[in-house]
């Protein structure tokens, strides 16, 4: 169990703090994923380390490579629109004419808070760090709201994750689609990050986007390709213009165009892995349990969860080659993704048991 009220703190408590502190300086506690810090910082930790930071599906869909003379090219216009069409039929979305392809929904994002003439910029959370980064670089006042004040937010451009990350709070639908409408009465914009969407598709409002509606997609996290580098933004003819016109006529990889074709089109894939994922989640979350963690939410692609002495435990897993993902937000907070195969589930396991 965590640290109880009057508990005294295990003796190590002060060097781990103190090295928990150095991650949150050099970055650990803002995405995901930063394996090279962890393995610098625990040098005698074993390997291979089990990376349980990131909410990428650890089993990626198997993807056909691309050809050699695919590689040998440009991606031909027909190629892009092809991989767009496919990913608009996944979504639920009638016609392509409002989906575009881009490099990944953090490019995305990015590059939208220096399009739309914003001023203001409201974001549920605490939720996922790029999206108040982006509008503060563009010179945007950001104002961090709670997820439940969604509906009453005002501001130029409104921003939801829808699961959120790392919570998992959910925005009803119906809800989001009045603040659409809201928000183009005014001349402003909802933006909805659905990366998480595939593990709730009930959630998505991908089939709504276009006037005052900005619907962002990810491709890798569900698809546990994240290195493929593709995501998709879904939005009014002239969002969409404009972001064409930012990222020319080849905005991703052949690699990434067989990827996202194959992986689109096959809904036996992505039934099963729904299916596969929400047992797997189920068995992280008894783990969890019995270590002593209080669930907070998430996902079935993470688990967010909390102790009183989460940064020892942080550092303890680290110890064994796990690594998971603290908050600045909430020190108590660490977020569990799910391991890959039966050695990874039973080295947290082991690792769990000497957090206790």
Not at 65 to 84: F, G, I, K, V, Y
Not at 147 to 157: M, T
Not at 249 to 269: E, F, K, L, N, Q
Not at 328 to 335: F, G, I
Request: overall charge positive.
């Amino acid at each position: 169990m965590g640290r109880r009220e009057g508990q005294a703190f295990d003796p190590d408590w002060g060097p781990v703090a103190l090295r928990l502190s150095s991650f949150e300086a050099s970055g650990l506690s803002q995405h995901g994923g930063r394996l090279a810090l962890a393995a610098a910082q625990f040098p005698h930790a074993p390997t291979p380390w089990i990376d349980l930071s990131t909410g990428v599906n650890p089993r990626p869909y198997r993807v056909p490579a691309p050809s050699r003379s695919a590689l040998a090219r440009l991606p031909d216009p027909t190629e892009t629109a092809a991989l767009e069409e496919a990913a608009a039929q996944a979504f639920g979305v009638l016609t392509a004419d409002g989906v575009i392809a881009v490099p990944g929904s953090e490019a995305a994002l990015r590059v939208l808070a220096r399009l739309l003439p914003a001023k203001t910029a409201a974001i549920a959370g605490p939720t996922y760090s790029s999206h108040a980064a982006a509008w503060r670089a563009a010179g945007a006042h950001v104002q961090s709201i709670s997820a439940r004040d969604l509906a009453s937010a005002d501001a130029d451009v409104v921003i939801a994750i829808n699961p959120n990350n790392p919570d998992g709070y959910r925005h009803a639908p119906e809800i989001l689609a009045r603040i659409a409408e809201r928000q183009a009465a005014r001349g402003g914009w909802l933006i909805v990050d659905e990366a998480f969407s595939e593990t709730a598709p009930e959630l998505s409002v991908a089939r709504r986007a276009g006037a005052g509606l900005i619907v962002l997609r990810s491709f890798g996290k569900f698809y546990g390709l994240a290195g493929v580098r593709l995501g998709f933004v879904l939005a009014d003819r002239h969002v969409i213009a404009a972001l064409r016109s930012v990222f020319g006529d080849w905005p991703v990889s052949a690699a990434a165009i067989a990827a996202g074709r194959a992986a689109y089109c096959d809904a036996a894939w992505r039934e099963r892995t729904q299916a596969s994922l929400t047992r797997k989640a189920a068995r992280l979350d008894r783990l969890l349990s019995r270590a002593g963690f209080e669930s907070v939410g998430g996902t079935s692609l993470y688990r967010l969860c909390a102790a009183d002495d989460a940064p020892r435990r942080f550092a303890i897993l680290a110890e064994r080659g796990i690594l998971t993902r603290p908050f600045d937000v909430d020190p108590r907070w660490l977020r569990f993704g799910l391991p890959a195969g039966a050695m990874a589930w039973a080295r947290l396991e082991q690792a769990l048991e000497a957090c206790l």
